[in-house]
């Protein structure tokens, strides 16, 4: 079910709380010809702050022709969007994002107002596409528009991958996942018992997140990693070692999990949360031995590559949505104004499963 959270705990959690200049941006939002976009304004070290960030207020753009113009309702702010400050993002610019928004207003028959799309035009109240740079979304009664940014966007889509394409899930498999409690790790979770999976083990950064993997997503054991070796921690909760792990942080969870793989085991590299704000961190250690003793394979991807697995993971996962054995994982923020807040928040661990910030009423 989707996760709705207070502050404090539950499931999707709602924020109300401003900065001054949070709610400088909310009565700029509240008027019609105000529109607000995020900028990154220099390149961080180690964690980033809200002063790496700043709103930027302009006229609501009027579409071109062969444009249409977009009001956003839904974004999305993932990890990667750490490792684009330190190079890939352009400073003093809008940055990139997932998205969904409801065309406002066209000047291109294909892009009919009224409609919802998905879009990478994020961090920014009103978005001008050309029709190549949106994707329509099915009409599927009975789920929730935020579940095309979670389970059923990018995030859903790089754990379906990730088992069906990289690791080749087998039937009875034992898995491991790190970052368990995020997006991507409750997705993997979910998906993984629906295709078949054998023992499921998550690893989490405290006992509220492992307590909500055991009892709401369906992990057979989960650790707290912070609280011995990562090695000695998986070594009871798998002490028969695992044939699968999905790795979201790298570090020292990838070198337990190498050593704990049994032979022909497999290694899904989707991101390295971990090191994206601690670049000076010392190099993964394993015994590289293991790779060829044990016939393992290693494998990462960039979920950009498989977009042509949309459609398969919506009959996947539709009919399950619906039926209720899929549910959705989801910490969703209110107001435009908080989406540099629940960024940071997501980077330290503030989210179960999906981050999104959506707009205010």
Known sequence: MTKTKTKTKTKTKTKTKTTATATATATATATTDIALTVHQTSRPTGFPTPAHFRFVESPVPEPAPGTALVENLYWSVDPYHREMMDGDFELNAPLEGRALGRIVASRDPSLPEGEIVFHREGWRTHSVVRPEEIRRLPHHDGVPLSAYLSVLGGTGLTAYVGLTRIARLREGDEVFVSAAAGGVGTATGRFAKLLGAGRLIGSAGSAEKVKYLTEQVGYDAAFGYRTAPVAELLAEAAPDGIDLFVDNVGGDQLGAAVGALRERGRVVRIGTVGQYNTPDA?????????????????????????????????????????????????????????????????LRGGNTGKILVRAAA
């Open 282 to 346: 010392p190099p993964v250690l394993f015994d590289h031995a293991d790779v060829v003793e044990k016939s393992l394979r290693i494998e990462g991807f960039l979920v950009r590559d498989y977009r042509d697995v949309q459609e398969e993971l919506y009959e996947f996962a539709v009919p399950r949505l619906r039926a209720g054995t899929l549910a959705l994982d989801e910490t969703v923020v209110d107001g435009f104004e908080l989406i540099v807040e629940a960024f940071l928040s997501m």
